[in-house]
T-cell receptor
Framework: DQQVKQNSPSLSVQEGRISILNCDYTNSMFDYFLWYKKYPAEGPTFLISISSIKDKNEDGRFTVFLNKSAKHLSLHIVPSQPGDSAVYFCAARSGSEKLVFGKGTKLTVNP | GAGVSQSPRYKVAKRGQDVALRCDPISGHVSLFWYQQALGQGPEFLTYFQNEAQLDKSGLPSDRFFAERPEGSVSTLKIQRTQQEDSAVYLC???????????FGQGTRLTVV
């Protein structure tokens, strides 16, 4: 059973527009959520995180929203740039140390 | 070093061969994790160390998988009698504190033929 789900395998947006990547989770014990970005042949790179006590966290062009009642989080990238093209992974953690990852969404930002 | 370093970057093993994958975490990072990433999937947790203590090995898929971190720094993931389903990218990550992000290495791509 997948505890963290990214239902869109891919997303394509135009440069300058908003990219919205979505993630759903099933485990209500998760208390910390992260987004990682991955380029081919590289390891995942941390992007932004949010604690379950918050509903929004912003860092430059990146904002993560958390809706605990819906068990849903989303990553907004505004404005999108071609260099943002990568695979984005949503991850979550409960009281244990391990991260549970989704399968990823491949974002393509077209010039 | 500046980041998490893994070696080798690529490994081709014949079925039945033993392999050892190395991870050099960021200096001073107490926590170290191993993940397995199959093609088209997200990383899946294998095991976790705090210093030299292996606190969670619930993700190791079989007793052919063994990890160690004897001095609380470098870690080795060993896979005995490799099988084709072991083919994946093995990622190592280290973290300095509980509510800080984990930094990943570039991974070792293992192909079992």
């Amino acid at each position: 059973d997948q505890q963290v789900k990214q239902n869109s395998p891919s997303l394509s947006v135009q440069e300058g527009r908003i990219s919205i990547l979505n993630c759903d989770y099933t485990n209500s014990m998760f208390d910390y959520f992260l987004w990682y970005k991955k380029y081919p042949a590289e390891g995942p790179t941390f992007l932004i995180s949010i604690s379950s006590i918050k509903d929004k966290n912003e860092d430059g062009r990146f904002t993560v929203f958390l809706n605990k009642s819906a068990k849903h989080l989303s990553l907004h990238i505004v404005p999108s740039q071609p260099g943002d093209s990568a695979v984005y992974f949503c991850a979550a953690r409960s009281g244990s140390e391990k991260l549970v990852f989704g399968k990823g969404t491949k974002l393509t930002v077209n010039p | 070093g500046a980041g998490v370093s893994q070696s080798p970057r690529y490994k081709v093993a014949k079925r039945g061969q033993d392999v050892a994958l190395r991870c050099d975490p960021i200096s001073g990072h107490v926590s170290l994790f191993w993940y397995q990433q199959a093609l088209g999937q997200g990383p899946e947790f294998l095991t976790y160390f705090q210093n030299e203590a292996q606190l969670d090995k619930s993700g190791l898929p079989s007793d052919r998988f063994f990890a160690e971190r004897p001095e609380g720094s470098v870690s080795t993931l060993k896979i005995q009698r490799t099988q084709q389903e072991d083919s994946a990218v093995y990622l190592c990550a280290s973290r300095g504190g509980r509510y800080t992000e984990a930094f990943f290495g570039q991974g070792t791509r293992l192909t079992v033929v």
